[in-house]
């Protein structure tokens, strides 16, 4: 017996060994980011060796290159024991992303564990809470469900993944019916991105526990049909990913969407008619959202165009984008509720002008939300957090 204790406190010491290992390469002892009372925040990072350290993110003023607006870039300034800092101004609530470049490479910070992924981009984040930015906090509310669900896609040939959202008290009301508002990503996402980047599952949690959404089903596909789900989640091994994909807008995903709506209505208790069914989605997710719903006006009542890639599409590739003036006129005889937001320093910007002069030339309405910035995630989030409480009402 004494033998057997022995021989038990010896495999419990080489395993607290094993993971005190583990622990030692983990995060080292600087605190970044740092939030501090008076709302600024302080990065650091640690490297003796470096020569030079950056922090860039999107809570710095952005740049303009030719017509793109990207992140701002500070300088960091060394101290003792190699520990690189910045403190920036007093930043307003959101959800903030940054990266540090070290010596010309970027990397996140190693000592944040909040690390999301889009597409092939890893961004660390953390939230300044307050006003809109509560909405993508968690909060001791109801939650929803957040599934990783299987479907057959014969246009694809193959099954496809997409994440579905299923609101507080659906399992538990075996009886209850909802409506479906369909959330479409940018080029280069994924089924993904809404949920890690855009806060899509809290912004619904907080919005309907409040009562100022209905409770909904989300479901957020992957757009990118040449591939059967996000990077790293099908049994192909290790493939890079690439934002140039094939076949993201020529027509074959718009095609396929009816394969997404018939197993979503098959297998959850939704209301299948079009006053119960919203599509919405950014930049690339915005371009399939219109020519889905315009090909499909007895489908949806409700569509969102965030920073949607308009104007973009050559109409010989695929007969979803031909006549299109044809098909906008079938689509708004049924009254569809049409949003459209931008940011005025997005590179689409007038690309949204444009196509929105289309739509007042035919005397057709639609709401116009124009924010500051450009193609950026944090007017996503916005223009997701005004879409939904306007939808089912």
């Not at 997409?162 to 940018?186: Q, S």
């Not at 095609?255 to 930049?283: H, M, P, W």
């Not at 695929?318 to 006549?323: A, E, G, H, L, V």
Request: charge should be neutral.
């Amino acid at each position: 017996m004494k033998k057997a204790i022995l021989i038990i406190a010896a495999l419990f010491s080489l395993t607290f060994a094993a993971n005190a290992q583990e622990l030692s390469n983990a995060p080292g002892p600087v605190n970044s980011p740092q939030i501090n009372p008076d709302g600024t925040v302080t990065f650091r990072f640690q490297d003796r060796k470096a020569m030079k350290v950056q922090v860039t993110g999107d809570f710095l003023p952005a740049q303009i290159v030719g017509r793109q607006e990207v992140q701002g870039v500070a300088d960091m300034k060394e101290g003792e024991n190699g520990v690189w800092e910045y403190t920036s101004e007093k930043l307003a609530p959101e959800f903030y992303g940054y990266k540090f470049i070290v010596d010309g490479v970027t990397i996140p910070d190693p000592a944040n564990l909040v690390v999301c992924r889009d597409g092939s981009t890893l961004t660390t984040k953390f939230l300044i809470p307050g006003d809109r930015a509560d909405l993508y906090a968690i909060h001791d509310v109801p939650h929803g469900t957040v599934s990783h669900v299987w479907y057959p896609s014969p246009v694809a040939g193959f099954n496809r993944r997409m994440v579905v959202y299923t609101p507080a008290g659906y399992e538990t009301n075996p009886k209850a019916k909802y409506p479906v508002v369909y959330i479409l990503h940018g080029i280069g996402g994924d089924e993904d991105s809404w949920i890690t980047h855009g806060r899509a599952a809290q912004i619904l949690d907080n919005l309907i526990a409040s009562g100022k959404a209905k409770p909904m089903i989300a479901v957020f596909t992957n757009g990118n049909i040449s591939q059967q789900a996000a990077v790293h989640q099908t049994g192909n091994g290790y493939i890079h990913q690439s934002t140039m994909l094939p076949k993201t807008m020529e027509g074959t995903f718009e095609t396929s969407f009816n394969e997404v709506v018939n197993f979503i209505d098959k297998n959850y208790r939704t209301i299948a008619k079009k006053q119960s069914r919203a599509i919405c989605g950014l930049s690339m997710g915005g371009h399939h959202s219109l020519y889905i719903s315009a090909n499909n006006p007895d489908e949806f009542g409700y569509v969102g165009l965030f920073s949607a890639a308009v104007g973009v599409t050559d109409e010989s590739v695929s007969p979803m984008y031909q006549d299109l003036d044809a098909k906008l006129a079938k689509q708004f005889a049924g009254k569809p509720f049409y949003f459209i937001a931008c940011g005025n320093s997005d590179f689409l910007f007038q690309a949204n002008k444009s196509f929105m002069a289309k739509l007042d030339a035919a005397g057709y309405p639609y709401k116009f939300m124009e924010t500051d910035g450009g193609h950026i995630w944090k007017n996503w989030r916005i223009y997701l957090t005004e879409y939904l409480p306007m939808i089912f009402q």
